[in-house]
């Protein structure tokens, strides 16, 4: 699997490396090769990393469906949109923001009592996410590589219940 903390920003202690998922089951053929084969919520997304070093993951796709010839489409998640509106986007850039806008949250309920440092949020995300040693579920695509390591997938109110 590949080392994640060589890469920027990834490499600095403050910054929280996240994955992507998928936040719902996809559908499958029902008929081909690949029939009967699905891609289930909290599966690492097509396009992801699971590196060593990734800290947690969020959902980067809605859900990703399988084709009767095998192959593998991503459906965004619904966002708003620039301008008004809304979008659909896939990528770990809709991963992050789920984390970061929990650790903002965070650090504004620790900022009444304290300090939240990097490693104690990295922490409180580990310590609440679900599937903890279960999740992500491994991508059924070629190039994805298991780092070994089932981080879990980002449980909002579980963080802000693990600060002090």
């Known amino acids: ?9 990834a490499g600095f202690p403050e910054v929280i490396a996240v994955a992507s998922t998928t936040a719902q089951d996809g559908t499958g053929p029902n008929k081909g090769r690949c029939s009967g084969e699905q891609v289930l919520a909290d599966t690492a997304s097509l396009f992801t990393t699971d590196g060593a070093g990734v800290a947690i993951s969020a959902p980067g796709n809605s859900h990703e469906d399988i084709s009767n010839g095998c192959g593998m489409r991503g459906t965004g ?5 620039l301008g008004g509106g809304t979008t659909r986007k896939s990528g770990t850039s809709m991963a992050a923001p ?7 949250l965070m650090w504004d309920k620790a900022d009444e009592t304290g300090t939240l440092s990097p490693a104690a949020a990295r922490a409180n995300l580990a310590a609440s996410a ?9 991508s059924p695509v070629s190039g994805y590589s298991f780092d070994g390591v089932r981080e ?5 109110s579980g963080a802000l219940g693990q600060v002090q």
Request: proline share 6%; aromatic share 2%; charged share 10%.
């Open 130 to 138: 679900t599937g903890f040693g279960a999740a992500p579920l491994d």
């Open 98 to 104: 789920h984390v970061a806008g929990v650790v903002a």
């Open 77 to 81: 998640i619904l966002s708003l949109q």
């Open 152 to 156: 879990g997938i980002l449980n909002a």
């Open 1 to 9: 699997s590949m080392e994640i903390s060589n890469k920027v920003p």
